[in-house]
């Protein structure tokens, strides 16, 4: 049996973050002036502690390639090699607006971003043609709106077809801005909701209490 000493930093953990959700979400649907100070500084640490574990990750798989680059693995050499030129890069003057690091942002990493992201629709179109069934209606929906997004993003379609354009940009704002935001306030209130769980137990409903124990004795 754990002491609740051991707890302790986990509990406290727990607090901080149901607090700092409580803020976030205060401050997204209510006006009220004395909530946004606190959320900004929220916002800026939360800011500040994802640079530093992406830059801790970055070293991570920088040292994992490292190992594979002295075993002679090609792309390893080739990865470590191009992290060294960007991390270099953004310690020089000028960062990646000029010199170096604008040379490596205007010809490597600006068109590798572009070719990424215009693989990235025909990709989901493949997966969803090849995973979902077209025959039902929320699947050929979502697959003829993937397509029109595709298509008016062709700049020589969109220009002979302007119909495209307007659909994709009815798209965008309409339907699939509603969704994400959905989904976003959905994850928020379920987080919410687990932490008050956590904090809380045998407080929600019967499903969801027994749901918390299974995993906490899991």
């Known amino acids: 049996m754990t002491s609740p000493l051991h707890r302790l930093p986990e509990f406290l953990a727990i ?3 149901f607090v700092a959700g409580l803020l976030a979400f205060g401050n997204y649907f209510f006006d009220l002036p004395f909530l946004v100070a606190p959320t900004q500084f929220l916002l ?8 530093a574990a992406l830059l801790m990750a970055a070293f991570n798989l920088a040292g994992r390639h490292a190992r594979r680059a002295a075993q002679k693995d090609v792309g390893s050499a080739l990865l470590i090699g191009g992290f060294i030129a960007a991390f270099v890069a953004g310690l020089l003057p000028g960062g990646f607006s000029s010199g170096l690091g604008g040379w490596l942002y205007q010809w490597l990493l600006a068109p590798g971003l572009a070719a990424l992201f215009a693989l990235l629709p025909i990709f989901l179109a493949y997966a969803l043609f090849r995973h979902l069934s077209v025959r ?3 699947g050929f929906l979502l697959f003829v709106g993937m397509i029109i997004v595709l298509l008016g993003q062709m700049p020589a379609l969109a220009s002979r077809f302007p119909i495209l354009a307007a659909l994709r940009h009815d798209l965008l704002i309409g339907p699939a801005a509603a969704a994400f935001r959905g989904v976003i306030l959905g994850l928020a209130t379920g987080v919410i909701l687990a932490i008050f769980l956590k904090l809380f ?6 499903f969801l209490s027994s749901q918390s124990k299974d ?3 899991s």
Do not use: H, R, Y
């Open 15 to 17: 607090i901080l973050a």
């Open 44 to 51: 800026k640490t939360v800011v500040l502690v994802s640079g």
């Open 136 to 138: 039902d209606l929320g």
């Open 201 to 206: 137990p045998g407080s929600g409903p019967s």
């Open 215 to 217: 995993e906490d004795q």
